[in-house]
């Protein structure tokens, strides 16, 4: 029997992340593994429920002061009553986006009713894994929060690279995920206004972030359960409570 040498083993060894529909001895798909690094490595989105609806935020760097304020490339909407904010790759969850835009108006048009937010996130992650067992294609780098009010109420749903579905109350994705979920952990509770869960959106995404850079800012959509309608929060309605906030950070 001839033995590997030490070059043709490492050859072998990295080949596992090299094919994606190949496991590595140890059970892993190191390119989806890398997909959920290209999450964990972009900017911070996050998104709470509370019991008068749902708060999705992102933040943002405007690279030049001709981009329009009020654009977002980060937070989306998806139907009346839903949306989703993305870390990751924008290009990739643009696809993504769109394909859970036509499902939910084929939705429409075959059952007459709207679709509910666990469809949407489930057609989404049925997607994602979809690319995780195909030759010739790679796996999405970008997560997904899909947010929203329907018959049942105030949802909110993560969606990663893997496929993996999952309903949470509270979540954050993106570099600045941890410091987040630690405010939310502490802070967040269900039974607040609307208006609290924002500030708490605000006050996470800030202290999220290690340094402010010129360019910074946050996007921010609200869908009330009074209305069930995806509303973008203007910048300018923003600012003075951002302002408050990045006062204390200097502080």
């Known amino acids: 029997m001839i033995e590997a ?14 094919a994606i529909t190949v496991f590595s001895p140890q059970g892993r798909l190191y390119q989806v593994e890398y997909a959920l690094e290209t999450v964990r490595s972009g900017s911070t989105a996050l998104s709470l429920i509370t019991d008068s609806g ?10 030049t002061k001709l981009q329009s304020p009020d654009f977002s490339w980060k937070i989306f909407q998806i139907d009346d009553h839903i ?28 059952y007459d009713e709207e679709p509910s937010v666990e469809a949407i996130a ?18 999405f780098g970008t997560a997904l929060l899909v947010g929203g009010v329907d018959r049942t109420g105030p949802r909110l749903f993560y969606a990663e690279p893997s496929g993996l579905v999952l309903e949470y ?7 600045g995920a941890e410091k987040v979920r630690e405010i939310f952990e502490n802070e967040y509770s269900r039974s607040v206004s609307l208006d609290d ?3 708490l959106a605000l006050k996470s995404l800030v202290a999220s972030v290690d340094k402010i850079e010129e360019g910074w ?3 921010l959509v609200t869908i009330p359960v009074a209305t069930r309608k995806y509303t973008m929060v ?10 408050g906030l990045l006062k204390e950070k200097k502080q």
Not at 54 to 63: D, I, P, S, T, W
Not at 91 to 102: C, F, G, K, M, Y
Not at 169 to 174: E, L
């Open 5 to 18: 040498s030490g070059d043709m083993a490492l050859g072998m060894t990295g080949a596992y992340d090299r």
């Open 54 to 63: 749902v708060v999705l935020a992102v933040e943002e760097r405007m690279h």
């Open 83 to 110: 949306g989703a904010a993305t870390a990751g790759l924008n290009s990739d969850a643009r696809v993504l986006v769109d394909n859970a835009r036509i499902y939910s108006q084929t939705l429409r048009l075959s």
């Open 122 to 139: 489930r057609r989404v992650g049925d997607i994602m894994q979809l690319y995780t067992q195909h030759a010739g294609v790679r796996p």
């Open 169 to 175: 109350n509270a979540w954050a994705i993106g570099r």
């Open 197 to 199: 869960g924002v500030k």
């Open 217 to 219: 800012t946050v996007r």
């Open 234 to 243: 203007e910048a300018r309605a923003l600012q003075p409570l951002l302002e």
